[in-house]
């Protein structure tokens, strides 16, 4: 089982992006500390359209662990289909099968990986956090990371549900025919995405993007917050562990679609 997740870790060139993430850590954590919100710089302090006094550092620094956590999501779905799809290329799965290995050890090494990867990320995600809000002022930046946060662990258990679903498309249905649902999936929502945009109604989208009452509206919900904080991994790890048991079931019967 080592050998096939370091088989999957290699086929995403894992030891590239790690060097990759602990110099850009290093990096924000300097600039952080560099750039401190929450020591009063008049070179670094402006007024925004509401009035309030905001510190441009906090605003510049923010972007880093929202980029961090965009990219964890969307790398992650990125990996699913690469993995499969290497394995296709190189002829590594009729390869394995000659091992004395137990014939679910191989999906069960797609599974293993992804939820690995996702732990990975949404830990250091929590640590890019951390150091964000350690030297983070007061005022709508301190409330923006505070919504982040509460519902970093919701945004990685929908990445999870959504490995559920591809990974048993793409073991089970071949990349190809898999890459062709997705992509005709992904087209209908982009095409409704843009049909709402234009013919609905989008106006009570400005009332209602507001962080500061986002913000409120936590605090006043923390009981129902930290409910959805604790059930949403254990929902989706659920539906990830039902999704794992009927890959195998299909796995087993041999309807595996090779390219």
Known sequence: ???????????????RLVWLLLVLTGAFLLLR?????????????????????????????????????LFAITVVNQWVGRIVEGDHKNKIKSYISSFPLEKNAYVASKYLFIGIALYVLLSLSYVWITIYSSFCG?????????????????????????????LPMYLLM???????VKTAVVMV????????????????????IDIGKLAEWIKKHSFGVMLLEVLSPVI??????????????FWKKGVTKDE
């Open 236 to 249: 989706t790890l659920v539906l990830y562990g039902l999704s794992y048991r009927i890959c195998c079931h």
């Open 138 to 166: 007061k005022g709508m930046f301190e409330e923006m990371i505070t919504v982040i946060s509460s519902f970093l662990l919701p945004f990685f258990g929908l990445a999870l549900f959504m490995a559920a679903i591809e």
């Open 174 to 180: 071949g990349t190809k025919r898999a890459k062709l």
């Open 33 to 69: 500390v560099a750039l401190p919100g929450n020591v009063v710089n008049s070179a670094f302090m402006a007024v925004n359209e509401q009035g309030q006094e905001i510190n441009l550092a906090d605003a510049f620094l923010i972007v880093a662990p929202f980029a961090l956590i």
């Open 1 to 15: 089982m080592g050998g096939l997740l370091y088989k999957d870790f290699c086929l995403v060139r894992g030891k």
């Open 189 to 208: 929502i982009g095409l409704l995405v843009v049909a709402f945009l234009f013919f609905g109604d989008i106006t009570w989208l400005a009332d209602r």
